[in-house]
């Protein structure tokens, strides 16, 4: 049998996170709770643009917790692909874009 590379998050787990700073968990549960609330986005939305977010920060809690968050409000798995792929291309688009700086150093281009 293999070990997990990522433990799974349990009741245990939220419940000591919190008995160990109440005040910073109770804020943060609150400004999560603000975050996703309907407003000029609506909570799918918010939930897809969070889906699209794990998956560039390569969070495998909140890709698990947004995916099924998102699907709860309603997001098709035509929208949550779609907004894996969106990340997909802003990674690699960064990727790109920063390629300026190794051009630079390279002395590949001249300033102007």
């Not at 009741?11 to 549960?29: C, K, S, T, Y």
């Not at 560039?56 to 035509?78: F, M, N, W």
């Not at 907004?83 to 802003?90: H, T």
Request: aromatic share 6%; charged share 20%.
């Amino acid at each position: 049998m293999t070990e997990a590379l990522y433990q799974p998050a349990t009741p245990e787990i939220a419940a000591r996170r919190e008995q160990l700073a109440p005040g910073i968990h109770e804020a943060f549960e609150n400004f999560s709770r603000a975050v996703f609330t309907d407003g000029a986005l609506p909570e799918k939305t918010k939930q897809l643009i969070a889906v699209a977010v794990a998956h560039v920060t390569q969070c495998p809690y909140c890709i698990d917790g947004h995916t099924r968050l998102a699907r709860r409000k309603g997001a098709s798995p035509e929208e949550i692909m779609e907004a894996i792929w969106v990340a997909a291309e802003m990674r690699a688009g960064g990727a790109y874009a920063h390629s300026t700086l190794a051009l630079h150093a390279m002395g590949e281009v001249s300033l102007r």
